[in-house]
């Protein structure tokens, strides 16, 4: 996302070292800088100054080494172009620094493997944005250091005609020009290298953002944004940051500011969309996307994410054209063309949906999601053989992915391997997938296999109302651990936020393993509901009738979106309305079982 500098000439005492193990092929590199302080510096600005070019002499050593020793020289980039990129991988690590009042040494070193860092620039360089986002925060950290050479030159300026100027006052106009007193310079000054400092707080959230060190990001944000306040760029990246972990309310916060500082940034304007995209807020979400492509009719992000909508909503020619732009703006987009598999494939052109699924794998060879969509599509090509390859891969990536094993054991179904099939179908209802739960139960066949004698009485308990409540010895009213609904059959926690926060999918997950693993109730079969089991209970008005405590609003379930990376669908009890959601997202968890 951004880039840096490089300025003042000044002693500088360099040397390298390269050093490699057995286990890694690292390099290191070291760099010395000695930052002679002017009469306007203090302790601070002279350490943030040697701290940038210490910073930008390792930056431009390492790309010096890549473009020499890795496959970067077939790149096409630049030198410079190479030392903006480098900087949103990389960080240098300060090892010693000294100030005697006049002068500033520093030593950093930055260490890493050029492979990787090869195989990093080579993302940034497919990444139009990131690409852009870099560049952008060079130019800003080149305007400050321009700042602070002009205000240098001001201050001999104002030395010379000392006897000129009014020393109480801010500024004095002679012949129609401003002349700066010390005191206005010295404030000048302080606020440029504050800038400087910041754009360095910026890049490096920006490699840590890089590297998924998403709430580390966030700090380096709130450093830069703390020194520079109408830093736009850092609140758009603060946002980014922010969806990453989940906190869309805060990453909305930040587009906002964004925005207000900087009313034409379509990347806060598509971060915005994202942000309202994940939480489920469609039509916000789309008239953001539509401005940011008014804005950059080039932002590959708000076509991915405006497809994306139009898919969720079943208009899948509109979203073919939105993935279409993505595609032609960024080709190594390997999410556009497997949501574009998506839509093929619920269109029913399951040639075209295996052509970008394939092309998803080649891009992201790890994509387990791609691998399924595939799976499916031969699936209904009936070419079984290569769906239950695909399959194979997908669980091997993500070893509890319900729409692998659910598609895995219809193949093996369809191949007549029987055994194989209802292994795989109860793999997949165990873990709450709908469509496997409901197919067992249409055949009459049990997907749970560990009821206690416990979990027997305890059910003949609750079979006696559909909600029943239990008095204690003194007779005062008590509420059970579970509740059951006689005209489902399913069993609900009594305490509706049983974890009293919000969690994200795969921890909702985990909790529901927890709660397995310690009987909770004195079961081991607890899940998450299916949508529908979900939405039934708010459209039934049990959850007002009934004696269920803490409900809250937004629930997770266990239905994942078919054919749909890291979406799952959750429901608000309190209206019944059901949409898809992130997985990153935040939301309650309700466990159920279906004792029976």
Same mark, same amino acid.
């Given at each position: 996302?951004?880039?840096?500098?490089?300025?003042?000439?000044?002693?500088?005492?360099?040397?390298?070292?390269?050093?490699?193990?057995?286990?890694?092929? *690292?390099?290191?590199?070291?760099?010395?800088?000695?930052?002679?302080?002017?009469?306007?510096?203090?302790?601070?600005?002279?350490?943030?100054?040697?701290?940038?070019?210490?910073?930008?002499?390792?930056?431009?050593?390492?790309?010096?080494?890549?473009?020499?020793? !890795?496959? $970067?020289?077939?790149?096409?980039?630049?030198?410079?172009?190479?030392? %903006?990129?480098?900087?949103?991988?990389?960080?240098?690590?300060?090892?010693?620094?000294?100030?005697?009042?006049?002068?500033?040494?520093?030593?950093?070193?930055?260490?890493?493997?050029? &492979?990787?860092?090869?195989?990093?620039?080579?993302?940034?360089?497919?990444?139009?944005?990131?690409?852009?986002?870099?560049?952008?925060?060079?130019?800003?950290?080149?305007?400050?250091?321009?700042?602070?050479?002009?205000?240098?030159?001001?201050?001999?300026?104002?030395?010379?005609?000392?006897?000129?100027?009014?020393?109480?006052?801010?500024?004095?106009?002679?012949?129609? *020009?401003?002349?700066?007193?010390?005191?206005?310079?010295?404030?000048?000054?302080?606020? &440029?290298?504050?800038?400087?400092?910041?754009?360095?707080?910026?890049?490096?959230?920006?490699?840590?953002?890089?590297?998924?060190?998403?709430?580390?990001?966030?700090?380096?944000?709130?450093?830069?944004?703390?020194?520079?306040?109408?830093?736009?760029?850092?609140?758009?990246?603060?946002?980014?940051?922010?969806?990453?972990?989940?906190?869309?309310?805060?990453?909305?916060?930040?587009?906002?500011?964004?925005?207000?500082?900087?009313?034409?940034?379509?990347?806060?304007?598509?971060?915005?969309?994202?942000?309202?995209?994940?939480?489920?807020?469609?039509?916000?979400?789309?008239?953001?996307?539509?401005?940011?492509?008014?804005?950059?009719?080039?932002?590959?992000?708000?076509?991915?994410?405006?497809?994306?909508? #139009?898919?969720?909503?079943?208009?899948?020619?509109?979203? +073919?054209?939105? #993935?279409?732009?993505?595609?032609?703006?960024?080709?190594?987009?390997?999410?556009?063309?497997?949501?574009?598999?998506?839509?093929?494939?619920?269109?029913?052109?399951?040639?075209?949906?295996?052509?970008?699924?394939?092309? %998803?794998?080649?891009?992201?060879?790890?994509?387990?999601?791609?691998?399924?969509?595939?799976?499916?599509?031969?699936?209904?090509?009936?070419?079984?053989?290569?769906?239950?390859?695909?399959?194979?891969?997908?669980?091997?990536?993500?070893?509890?992915?319900?729409? &692998?094993?659910?598609?895995?054991?219809?193949?093996?179904?369809?191949?007549?391997?029987?055994?194989?099939?209802?292994?795989?179908?109860? *793999?997949?209802?165990?873990?709450?997938?709908?469509?496997?739960?409901?197919?067992?139960? @249409?055949?009459?066949? @049990?997907?749970?296999?560990?009821?206690?004698?416990?979990?027997?009485?305890?059910?003949?308990?609750?079979?006696?109302?559909?909600?029943?409540?239990?008095?204690?010895?003194?007779? !005062?009213?008590?509420?059970?651990?579970?509740?059951?609904?006689?005209?489902?059959?399913?069993?609900?926690?009594?305490?509706?936020?049983?974890?009293?926060?919000?969690?994200?999918?795969?921890?909702?997950?985990?909790?529901?393993?927890?709660?397995?693993?310690?009987?909770?109730?004195?079961?081991?079969?607890?899940?998450?509901?299916?949508?529908?089991?979900?939405?039934?209970?708010?459209?039934?008005?049990?959850?007002? %009738?009934?004696?269920?405590?803490?409900?809250?609003?937004?629930?997770? @379930?266990?239905?994942?979106?078919?054919?749909?990376?890291?979406?799952?669908?959750?429901?608000? $009890?309190?209206?019944?309305?059901?949409?898809?959601?992130?997985?990153?997202? *935040?939301?309650? +968890?309700?466990?159920?079982?279906?004792?029976?």
């Amino acid at each position: 996302m951004k880039q840096f500098i490089k300025f003042f000439s000044i002693m500088v005492i360099a040397f390298l070292f390269l050093t490699a193990t057995a286990f890694a092929e *690292k390099v290191t590199f070291v760099k010395e800088y000695n930052y002679n302080a002017s009469d306007l510096d203090s302790k601070v600005s002279s350490r943030a100054i040697a701290l940038e070019q210490v910073k930008r002499l390792l930056l431009e050593e390492v790309g010096v080494y890549l473009i020499s020793e !890795t496959e $970067v020289k077939n790149f096409r980039l630049t030198k410079d172009q190479v030392t %903006t990129y480098s900087a949103g991988v990389v960080s240098a690590e300060v090892v010693d620094e000294k100030w005697d009042g006049k002068t500033y040494y520093l030593k950093a070193k930055v260490s890493a493997d050029p &492979a990787e860092v090869a195989k990093s620039l080579q993302n940034i360089v497919n990444d139009k944005q990131k690409s852009k986002e870099l560049e952008d925060v060079r130019k800003k950290a080149a305007e400050f250091s321009k700042e602070i050479e002009r205000l240098k030159k001001e201050l001999e300026i104002a030395k010379a005609d000392a006897k000129k100027i009014d020393q109480k006052a801010d500024i004095k106009k002679e012949e129609g *020009k401003v002349i700066y007193t010390n005191q206005d310079l010295i404030k000048q000054y302080n606020e &440029a290298v504050k800038g400087l400092s910041a754009a360095d707080w910026l890049e490096k959230g920006m490699a840590l953002l890089m590297s998924d060190n998403y709430k580390e990001a966030v700090a380096a944000y709130t450093k830069a944004i703390e020194l520079n306040p109408k830093f736009a760029d850092a609140y758009t990246a603060r946002g980014i940051a922010y969806i990453n972990i989940g906190q869309h309310t805060m990453a909305i916060q930040d587009f906002n500011k964004a925005i207000k500082l900087y009313p034409t940034a379509a990347f806060a304007y598509s971060g915005r969309g994202l942000s309202y995209e994940r939480i489920g807020q469609y039509d916000k979400a789309m008239k953001d996307y539509d401005r940011a492509i008014e804005i950059n009719p080039n932002d590959f992000v708000s076509y991915t994410g405006r497809g994306f909508i #139009y898919a969720i909503k079943g208009y899948y020619d509109k979203a +073919i054209q939105n #993935y279409n732009k993505a595609i032609e703006f960024n080709p190594s987009d390997s999410i556009a063309y497997s949501y574009r598999g998506n839509a093929y494939l619920n269109k029913g052109q399951y040639d075209k949906a295996i052509q970008d699924y394939d092309k %998803t794998i080649e891009l992201n060879p790890n994509d387990a999601f791609a691998y399924s969509g595939r799976g499916l599509a031969y699936g209904y090509k009936s070419q079984h053989d290569s769906a239950i390859q695909d399959f194979n891969k997908a669980i091997e990536i993500s070893p509890n992915f319900v729409d &692998a094993y659910t598609g895995r054991g219809f193949a093996y179904g369809y191949k007549g391997q029987h055994d194989k099939a209802i292994q795989d179908i109860k *793999k997949a209802a165990a873990l709450g997938g709908e469509v496997a739960q409901k197919f067992l139960e @249409s055949k009459g066949v @049990s997907y749970y296999t560990d009821k206690s004698v416990k979990q027997k009485k305890d059910d003949k308990l609750e079979s006696k109302g559909d909600m029943s409540v239990l008095s204690d010895s003194q007779g !005062t009213s008590s509420y059970r651990l579970t509740l059951t609904d006689s005209a489902t059959g399913l069993i609900w926690a009594s305490n509706a936020n049983i974890i009293g926060q919000r969690l994200s999918w795969e921890q909702a997950k985990s909790v529901i393993d927890d709660l397995n693993e310690k009987e909770f109730a004195g079961y081991k079969d607890w899940r998450l509901p299916t949508k529908d089991e979900l939405r039934g209970l708010s459209m039934s008005g049990k959850i007002n %009738t009934y004696r269920f405590v803490n409900v809250q609003d937004i629930y997770w @379930s266990s239905t994942e979106s078919l054919g749909y990376r890291d979406t799952a669908a959750s429901v608000d $009890v309190t209206s019944g309305y059901v949409w898809s959601a992130y997985k990153k997202n *935040k939301a309650f +968890i309700w466990p159920v079982r279906s004792g029976k």
